[in-house]
């Protein structure tokens, strides 16, 4: 296959999709800001920094130059969290064109203005086509060879297709669908109940604690999702139930990480500052619980796990103070109001 991509993004993420394509024998430019590891990255072929160990294709040509990056790029995949993803858009749309295809991969939330990473895409390059990548897809994982998919979500058909064909490789898939605000907020949610299941799995809970856990968080996803207008029934999918079972249960995920070392005792400056990297289920826990609180959802889940990660509430009283909660009914969420 031959067409010319970009990435913008050198963190575990943009590499190893920018070598998925790379090895399907796309042209592959991966812009970073550090010029030491971009020069280490293309004389040895490894990003020593996120993916040590992992040799990457030489199609993979990395850049600290945007402009050459993005210039003659079919496809620009955005792999920036969400706390930079505005700020260095901003930097590319200048040099963008309105054909390009423009894909975010970032599962997370605009602090203050709660856009998600497609709605900022859409407001800074409206003449842009824009899709949203997202599944069940630790980094690591794939780049340990473990086969898995993807959803590719967009209203434009054209680029479904497109990316399905520079992304499906031997072990990757990519699924389309037209539900880009259900599969962002699925992929976005889910960072929250990864930072609850780590912080139980700390505390030794039983699998049927772990279960009840990630169940009860699906209901709770959908709930807000049916709140913001968005279709519940996407979390079925690859991008919902799919990508929140596998954060909730690997401890290669960030965010189930930050949540162990919350269970073990430290503070979340000590969890987030030993991880080193983005753990995005922390601003997107400030930002939903805000809007849950604004538009009256009933979030008891995400509600309890801000009181411990910001107020250090007692695990124990908080999960005491949930069980006691009024009875309720199972699978409410496939109603919409
Ligand atoms: N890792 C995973 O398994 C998956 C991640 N994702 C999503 O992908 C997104 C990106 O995450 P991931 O690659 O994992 O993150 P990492 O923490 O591994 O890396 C973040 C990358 O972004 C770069 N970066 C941060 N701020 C800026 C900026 N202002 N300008 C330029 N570069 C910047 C960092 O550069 P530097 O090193 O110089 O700081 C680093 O290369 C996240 O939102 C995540 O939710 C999605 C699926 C799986
Ligand atoms: O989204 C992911 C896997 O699909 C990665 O999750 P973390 O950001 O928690 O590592």
């Excluded at 990548?133 to 479904?160: Q, Y």
């Excluded at 801000?306 to 107020?311: A, D, M, Q, T």
Aim: glycine residues 8%; proline residues 3%; charged residues 15%.
């Amino acid at each position: 296959m031959s067409a010319q991509i970009a990435v913008l993004g050198g963190g575990s993420f943009g590499t190893v999709i920018a070598n998925i394509m790379a090895e399907n024998g796309c042209q592959v430019r991966l812009w970073l800001r550090d010029a030491a590891r971009a020069k280490a990255i293309n004389e040895h072929h490894e990003n020593s920094r996120y993916l040590p160990g992992f040799t990457l294709s030489s199609n993979l040509i990395a850049n600290t130059d945007l402009a050459a990056v993005v210039s003659g790029a079919e496809a620009v995949f955005v792999s920036i969290p969400s706390s930079s993803f505005r700020q260095v858009v901003a930097q590319a749309k200048d040099v963008l064109r309105p054909e390009q295809l423009l894909i975010s991969t970032t599962k997370g939330v605009e602090a203050g203005t709660f856009a998600l990473m497609s709605d900022i895409l859409t407001e800074l390059c409206p003449d842009n086509p824009v899709g949203v990548l997202s599944g069940p897809n630790l980094a690591k994982e794939i780049a340990a060879g473990h086969i898995t998919a993807s959803v590719i979500a967009s209203k434009n058909h054209v680029l479904c297709q497109r990316v399905q064909q520079i992304l499906c490789s031997k072990s990757f898939r990519a699924y389309a669908s037209d539900d880009v605000f259900g599969v962002e907020l699925g992929g976005t949610l889910k960072n929250i109940y990864a930072i609850a299941s780590g912080l139980s799995a700390a505390l030794g809970v039983g699998e049927n604690t772990k279960s009840m856990l990630m169940t009860r968080s699906l209901a709770e996803m959908s709930r807000f999702a049916v709140a913001e207008g968005a279709n519940p029934m996407t979390f079925l999918g690859l991008s919902g139930i799919g990508d929140l079972i596998v954060t909730c249960s690997s401890s290669l995920s960030r965010n189930y990480r930050v949540g162990f070392a919350l269970g073990q005792g430290k503070t979340l400056q000590q969890a987030v500052e030993e991880l080193g990297e983005v753990a995005e289920g922390v601003n997107t826990l400030k930002q939903v619980r805000q809007q849950a609180i604004e538009k009256d959802i009933y979030m008891p889940l995400a509600m309890g796990l801000y009181e411990v990660v910001f107020n250090q509430a007692p695990v124990k009283e908080v999960i005491a103070s949930m069980m006691s909660n009024q009875p309720n009914v199972d699978v409410e969420f496939s109603v919409p109001r």
